[in-house]
């Protein structure tokens, strides 16, 4: 029988292709955000993470050296979803700082409205974390303090007559919207009339010209 020279490949001669590392780490980036959301971040073990993403328990920690890390990572992305929602606001009425911060809360009304709704992740992350001083709690709180510094600069810009006071009172709105939709129900009276009554917060506690008439819309016959 004639060959080419060369030896016929067998199972044992193939080369597995191996996943690149960014797209295991972003794979359990994207199990662990959903685990940790769902059961808590001390409740769920690396075990349980590398057993769900299908890898070694090696491998995981080769793309996050430690379970604080991993952690670390998720809290980017949710910080950045946030900043989405945010963004949205602004785009809505770049011009208009009291109407911005009401769409911002109606945006996360939308959020905490659906069904698979699992909770305020960084509430969470405070109460997995008995000790103020952990890192996580750390950023936790500064997170909440850039969001009630940025709320403020909006209120001054809306000519409120006490902005710390209207800072500090939308953001207590806004994280007791968050705690309600998990403890009352997404679809409870507290979640449905939380925007109603973050509007009239604010227009009690902004300026007369904060939130300008609204353009009339005439239906073409």
Known sequence: METNGTAPETPHAERRQRTPLAVTRERVLG???????????????????????GIKKMTLYRCFPSKEELVMACMDQWEAAFRTLWNEARDQYPDEPARRLLALFQLVVGLVSKPDYSGNIFVHLMTDYADPEHPVCIRVREQKASLRADVRTLLIKAEASDPDQLA????LLLEGLLIAARTYGFDSGPVRNAAAIAEKTLRQGC???????EPRRFRRW
Not at 33 to 45: C, D, H, I, P
Not at 168 to 171: F, H
Not at 207 to 213: K, M
Request: hydrophobic letters at 45%; proline letters at 6%.
């Open 168 to 171: 500090d009172t939308y953001c």
């Open 31 to 53: 199990i662990a955000e959903q685990l940790f959301r769902r059961n808590g971040v001390q409740a769920v073990s690396v075990d349980a993470i590398a057993q769900a993403a």
């Open 207 to 213: 300026g007369s010209r904060a939130f300008p008439p």
